[in-house]
Each structure stands twice: as C-alpha cells, then as structure tokens.
C-alpha cells in the first residue's frame, strides 16, 4: 500500500521505568515488550496502512483460497515505475511465552515465494519450516530436529497451494507438530483482526455481555464514567433456525481457519441465536424516579453509546484473554475523556500479556505521557514527498525529556506527521 521501503514497528521497551509493573512485560533478562502503542499521523499519511499490514496477514495465514486463481489480496507501492512489479515482504517477530519466534513471508499479488517460521532456542535461530517456490509448486523442507513423516510432509506439500499459507495448508491435515502448533495457535487465536471506524462491534459485544456478568459490570463502569444514565444492561438470546446450506457454510469457513470441532459447533450455536440487547435508563422526570428501556438493536441508543459498550468489550476480552488488538481512529464517536478511561482501564492492568496498538488523531493524549502513556509507546507515520509512508517513534528525537508539552511540540510541527502549510 502506502510503504514503499522498509519501516519498523516494534514492542520493544527503552529503559525508561515508568509504568513498569503495568505496561511493560518482561520476557528474560534482555527482553521487556511494552503492552501499548499509540500512532499519530496526518490523513493518507499511512496509520491505517499499518494496522492492514497486520489485518492482512491475519486473514493469509488462515484462509484457503479456492483455486489457484485466488488473489491473495497484496496491494502493492504504486507510486512508481518499479514498486508494482515487485514482491512484498513481511517480519514478524513474536513470543509464545517465553519462546522467540521469527515468521518471514515474500509474495505478490498472485503467489507466495518464500515463506519461513523459526524460533529461538539459543542466540541464533533454528528453522521449523522453509517453505520455497520452484516450477510455480511450493517446496516444504522442515527443521532437523522436528519428527515428521513423509506421508505428512507430503500431504502437507499437496495442500499448499501457490496462493496460500503454510498455516492454512497445514490446516487441511491431521497432524501434530509441536512448536509450529504453538505459533500457530497463537497467531490464530491471540491475534485478532482489526477494528475499524466501520466494524460492527455490538454483535459480539452482546454475546459476550449474555455469557459473562462482568463484561455487563466493567461496561457499565464506563457508561457511569461518562455520566450515562443506564443503570443495567440485559441480553437476551432468542432461537433463530439455520438452513442446512447456513450451516454447512459456516462449518466450512470456521474450520478453514484452523478451528477444532468442539469451536466450529460453539460458533454455529452462537450464530443459531439473535442477541437482544437492552439498556435500562433511569432518569427523574415529573412522575418521579422512572427507569426505562432503550434497545440497543433498534437503534435507539446513540453512535457513542454503541462504540463505548462494543470497544470496551473487545478491550475487556483483550484483557482477559491476552489478545494483540488493533483499532484504528479508536475516537470515532467517542469523547476525549471517554477514551482516556478506556485506555486507563487498560493501561493499569496487571499481569496481563495483551496489547493493544491504535490511530488516532487525538493529541490530547499527548499531554498523558509520562502520566499514563510512556514515551516510547508513541509512534508517528507521515507522507514523503514520494507518496511513501514514513514511520518513526517519539523516542527517536533529542531532547524530549526537555520539552514542557508533547503536545504543544506536536501542534509546532516538532515531530512531523503532520499537515503541511
């Protein structure tokens, strides 16, 4: 898309300690990854570029194309004379637990070249899986030290198709490799997909709120922050008949994605249901004390009610379940003191591994760090003269433990990533 040459974002902590119990994870001696980022840019200078590069891979490590004519979905630097024709390239460097893993991926638009997992068990890395492209078929060579059968290799070899990922291929086999497993089902299930100023977020919402009373408690929680009048939320699920074609479909789709069974039949009791969210207002009119109910399904709660209960569901799951997050322009619809709780609720958090990275163009923010944001979770994307994305963090510049607003540094063009004259 937007990134032309090679940018960088990383977790990785500097030595500051502020916030060290809540916002900082330590994996080892050498090893401290923080649990939040914050990126600030002017618009089509790359933020939501960003949080696609993650949402892309997501959706190609799981997804089985269904011919070999299958777009993968690659978009590349158009900008140019060169860009267009060239391969794409992503690394992504991660920690199930303590174990350090490194994914590589090069493709294009039609097929994948080059595709390589492996982890860390000393100082130099050792290779799970390297996947190549000869004579337009991929070619799977795994590590020494894993068990794996000819039959399973190729069975594995088979299923891989130019246009798809090892993970989505593996998946088309019953079979058990231990590390690749683990990686594989955190980037499955930690890594969540993108949230956007345009994704429905009350649907899962209302069937996390049905299923857990302390998803009702932390929302309303917020709503009372904002001065809301809801005194209670109550969901309720209501039959809804699926057609055998519905059924087989959503079957189909879940265990694409690498799901075990006992998940696909959740998913498809989950989606035989409609979930019916009520809002109780209590408010002190004429008639005295009376509390009403809205329902949030018939549109009769405000866009800012909505956003507040379907991002801090999603924020109280991330929390709960460990998951990286990302949500881009996480303002919309909200307001600036609404926004600041979400992110202290999530901040303060302790003993959790989540995080949570996010667009905005809030700077309002800025006058947190060091009060609730550090430093080095503050990034900045910003438009070259060549249309290409810059990306660089707040750390990088001199000086800025001098400076008596971050804001107001930012507002003078200090940093970039901003408007030009």
Not at 96 to 101: A, E, F, L, R, W
Not at 114 to 130: C, G, V
Not at 244 to 270: C, H, L, M
Not at 366 to 386: A, G
Request: proline share 2%.
């Amino acid at each position: 898309m937007s990134f032309k040459d090679e940018v960088v974002v990383s977790f990785e902590a500097t030595k500051d300690t502020f916030a060290e119990d809540t916002q900082v994870v330590k994996i080892n001696d050498k090893t401290r990854l923080l649990r939040f980022a914050v990126v600030y840019g002017y618009n089509a200078s790359g933020k939501s570029n960003l949080l696609k590069a993650f949402d892309f891979l997501k959706k190609f490590w799981f997804q089985k194309p269904s011919d070999l004519n299958d777009k993968i979905g690659i978009v590349p630097f158009k900008l140019d004379s060169h860009t267009p024709s060239e391969h794409t390239k992503f690394e992504l460097v991660f920690y199930v637990g303590i174990t350090k893993y490194a994914y590589i991926l090069e493709l294009d638009n039609k097929q994948v070249y080059s595709e390589k997992l492996s982890y860390y068990k000393s100082e130099q890395p050792t290779m799970l899986f390297d996947r190549r492209l000869e004579n337009g078929q991929s070619v799977i060579a795994f590590g020494s030290s894993l068990k794996v059968s000819k039959v399973v290799k190729e069975s594995i070899t088979v299923n891989c198709l130019k246009n798809m990922s090892f993970f989505a291929a593996s998946n088309q086999v019953n079979t058990s490799i231990e590390l690749i497993d683990t990686a594989k089902t955190y980037l499955r299930i930690y890594v969540c997909s993108a949230i956007t100023p345009y994704s429905d977020l009350t649907t899962n919402a209302k069937l996390w709120i049905s299923e857990d009373e302390k998803v009702s408690a932390y929302l309303l929680d917020f709503l009372h922050e904002a001065d809301f009048n809801i005194s209670n939320i109550q969901t309720e699920s209501v039959p809804k008949t699926l057609s055998k074609a519905d059924v087989d479909y959503i079957s189909n789709w879940v265990r694409q994605s690498g799901f075990p069974t006992d998940v696909v039949n959740k998913f498809i009791e989950s989606e035989s249901k409609e979930y019916r969210t009520i809002l109780f207002h209590s408010v002190e009119n004429e008639d005295g004390n009376k509390t009403y109910q809205l329902s949030l399904d018939d549109g009769e709660e405000s866009m800012g009610t909505e956003k507040i209960i379907g991002i801090g569901a999603y924020v109280y799951s991330a929390l709960d379940f460990d998951w990286f997050l990302t949500i881009d322009e996480i303002e919309t619809s909200l307001h600036p003191k609404l926004l600041e709780k979400i992110l202290f609720e999530f901040l303060k958090a302790e003993n959790s591994q989540s995080q949570l990275i996010v667009t905005t163009h809030n700077d309002g923010l800025l006058d947190l760090t060091d009060d609730l944001i550090r430093k080095d979770s503050v990034w900045f994307t910003e438009k070259q003269k060549n249309g290409a994305t810059d990306l660089y963090k707040l750390t990088d510049f001199r000086g800025i433990n001098r400076l008596s607003s971050i804001r107001e540094a930012y507002r003078n063009k200090r940093f970039g990533a901003t408007m030009n004259d």
